[in-house]
């Protein structure tokens, strides 16, 4: 009952800790045939690569992935993909303070009253250097979704202050450090994101991740809801919060014909929706519309800033928490975002085969 799995027939499962040799993951069930070398895999992890900006902690990692199993000559082969990274840049010493202390806002406290021992270094298991694997399984993920399926994520908010959906563009996602679809918003972002660094403060952001060109079935009724995945998934990202899908909370402020989403039959006979207030799923199944989901990620715990906690031996402290942290977590969130939201839908795409192996790959109803 360890829990360091996730997914059933595309089964992901992580190990090692933030300044331990390395860290790891195995993917199982991933179908043979596809290819798949560590130079498919890279890109997204570069892209998750902490020091790649003054925003980020600046640890420096290259986090190299090297493929040790379930590859034979560029293709999968149906068995277990074994993936590794060295930790290169461990810095212990920076947290010899908390050895005794717990962080306020940490997983320290949590897991010392669990398991009565925790990894002090950087956090352990607890760190977000674990999310380094989840995109690298991601990556293995989008190979069994196919080009059809688009994954992008985005951070839609800092701090409670949202980007402009006017001003939305896929393309300044990449030309920012904050993965940010508003120009603006990024400009105004970087000013505030400097200012909290200075002070040894940090801040929490909302991500939204979108996928494209999904076809209609995935995800059961009731127990298997595909957005109930989705969430579980989410949340299980370091520093997660909060989850909605589609509108969210903000569908109960709406009224029932705001909110429902009207269909009408287009030429080619497949239905069209004129809406997504459902965020891309009904009744836990996928309807073939984009699915859209954010998540709210807290500011980080590390700060320099003196907050008051206790030690192990139950006495009060004030801690500073020394080390290289981000000052918005959020920003590196974006990419694991997505290697979750591909993980999930390999996995739910695998099953739905299973179970429908004739199902319709469109919205085109079928004829009685």
Same mark, same amino acid.
């Given at each position: 009952?360890?829990?360091?799995?996730?997914?059933?027939?595309?089964?992901?499962?992580?190990?090692?800790?933030?300044?331990?040799?390395? =860290?790891?993951?195995?993917? @199982?069930?991933?179908? +043979? $045939?596809? *290819?798949?070398?560590?130079?498919? =895999?890279?890109?997204?992890? @570069?892209?998750?690569? +902490? $020091?790649? *900006?003054?925003?980020?902690?600046?640890?420096?990692?290259?986090?190299?992935?090297?493929?040790?199993?379930?590859?034979?000559e560029g293709l999968t082969t149906g068995t277990p993909i074994s993936l590794m990274i060295e930790n290169k840049d461990q810095r212990s010493r920076d947290y010899g303070e908390i050895a005794d202390s717990f962080r306020p806002g940490h997983a320290d406290l949590a897991y010392h009253l669990k398991y009565g021992v925790r990894d002090y270094r950087g956090g352990g298991r607890s760190s977000a250097r674990e999310t380094a694997m989840r995109v690298a399984a991601g990556a293995v993920a989008r190979k069994v979704l196919?080009?059809?399926?688009?994954?992008?994520?985005?951070?839609?908010?800092?701090?409670?202050?949202?980007?402009?959906?006017?001003?939305?563009d896929w393309r300044a996602v990449e030309e920012n450090d904050f993965f940010c679809p508003d120009r603006e918003a990024a400009a105004r972002w970087e000013e505030r994101l400097l200012a909290l660094r200075k002070a040894g403060s940090s801040v929490g952001a909302v991500v939204e991740v979108v996928a494209e060109g999904l076809?209609?079935?995935?995800?059961?009724?009731?127990?298997?809801?595909?957005?109930?995945?989705?969430?579980?998934?989410?949340?299980?990202?370091?520093?997660v919060k909060?989850?909605?899908?589609?509108e969210g909370f903000a569908a109960a402020a709406l009224t029932g014909e705001d909110n429902a989403d009207e269909m009408r039959m287009a030429p080619d006979g497949t239905v069209d929706f004129l809406a997504n207030h459902a965020g891309g799923i009904l009744g836990g199944i996928s309807t073939g519309q984009p699915v859209v989901a954010r998540f709210a990620v807290k500011p980080t715990s590390s700060i320099l800033v003196a907050r008051r906690t206790v030690d192990r031996h139950g006495q009060d402290r004030d801690l500073i928490t020394k080390g290289r942290h981000d000052?918005?977590?959020?920003?590196?969130?974006?990419?694991?975002?997505?290697?979750?939201m591909a993980c999930v839908l390999a996995d739910a795409l695998l099953r739905h085969r299973a179970q429908v192996p004739d199902a319709p790959v469109s919205t085109r109803l079928p004829r009685n």
């Open positions: 009952m360890s829990h360091n799995s996730f997914g059933q027939l595309f089964r992901v499962t992580t190990w090692g800790e933030s300044h331990g040799p390395a =860290i790891g993951g195995v993917v @199982d069930g991933c179908p +043979p $045939g596809l *290819s798949l070398t560590e130079a498919d =895999i890279q890109p997204w992890l @570069d892209r998750r690569r +902490p $020091g790649q *900006s003054k925003f980020v902690t600046q640890r420096q990692e290259p986090d190299e992935v090297r493929i040790l199993s379930g590859t034979f196919g080009a059809a399926v688009t994954i992008r994520g985005a951070l839609v908010a800092m701090g409670g202050d949202p980007v402009d959906r006017a001003k939305w076809p209609p079935g995935l995800g059961a009724p009731i127990y298997g809801k595909l957005d109930a995945e989705i969430a579980a998934a989410f949340m299980s990202i370091n520093a909060g989850v909605e899908i589609g000052p918005c977590v959020g920003i590196r969130a974006v990419p694991v975002g997505e290697a979750m």
